[in-house]
């Protein structure tokens, strides 16, 4: 176990750059923070680097650490590579798992469309998870999932699901290819999303908080769905309408 004490310590420098999502994907490492997160991050020990911790805390008895690098810091390290207002003083990074890019019958995939809030994409994150979903798809203008902010919505499902970048456009080719339907999300040229059958191999798309999918997206879908609204809300908050939909869909 190593033991650091200076906050110019290369080592601290380096963890403290993980908050950006510039050296997040030159390194493709990550840092996660907080007692849960760590502890679901060691279920899958060959994706952590290393586990660091401050002197002022003790490491569960239970966490299986064994062949880690373990690090021992100070009070004041831990708060300078924190995100949190209030650290709980334990950490850990970890390795970026690389996704798996095949699109099998039989599976259920979300399709996110520049949402940028950190808290929607950990929430849909995390309730894809729990639904069951197979694939999260990332495209462009969408939020860094390994921000830090998004790692502590999600609540561990990182860990669990399988995540994924990349042109949106390309996959709803791949998906039509593979008889796939692709549901958008949008009152224009929308039904009722209960019109729709649950089944057990779907893609499901949501977008930006403000503008929705795109238009571009939207043509290419099999179907556009939305959720009626029976009270006096505008809308519904992209988190909660897509878990909405993919329990539906899950039937």
Not at 11 to 22: A, G, I, S
Not at 55 to 80: A, M, Q
Not at 202 to 212: D, I, K, Q, T, Y
Request: proline share 4%.
């Amino acid at each position: 176990m190593k033991y650091i004490e200076s906050l110019k310590n290369p080592q601290v420098k380096q963890w403290k750059k993980l908050l950006t999502k510039k050296e997040r994907e030159k390194t493709n490492t990550y840092i996660v923070e907080g007692f849960h997160l760590v502890e679901e991050a060691l279920k899958n020990k060959e994706n952590i680097v290393e586990v660091i911790y401050s002197e002022e805390i003790d490491l569960p008895g239970h966490w299986d650490v064994s062949n880690l690098s373990i690090t021992k810091i100070t009070p004041d390290i831990s708060k300078t590579i924190s995100d949190t207002e209030t650290t709980q003083g334990v950490f850990a990074i970890c390795r970026m798992i690389q996704p798996s890019l095949s699109i099998l019958k039989g599976k259920s995939y979300i399709l996110i469309d520049a949402v940028q809030d950190p808290g929607n994409i950990g929430t849909i994150i995390r309730t894809s998870d729990a639904a069951g979903i197979d694939t999260v798809i990332l495209g462009q203008g969408t939020v860094d999932v390994y921000n830090p902010k998004v790692l502590r919505s999600a609540q561990g499902s990182h860990f669990h699901i399988n995540l994924v970048f990349g042109n949106l456009e390309e996959w709803i080719q791949k998906f039509d290819q593979e008889q796939i339907p692709v549901y958008g999300t949008a009152l224009e040229n929308g039904i009722p999303f209960k019109q729709v059958q649950p089944q057990e191999s779907f893609a499901l798309m949501v977008g930006n908080e403000g503008s929705g999918v795109s238009k571009n997206l939207l043509s290419l879908t099999k179907q556009n769905l939305y959720i009626p609204i029976h009270g006096q809300a505008e809308s519904l908050n992209v988190a909660v309408a897509a878990g909405i939909l993919m329990y539906y869909l899950k039937g």
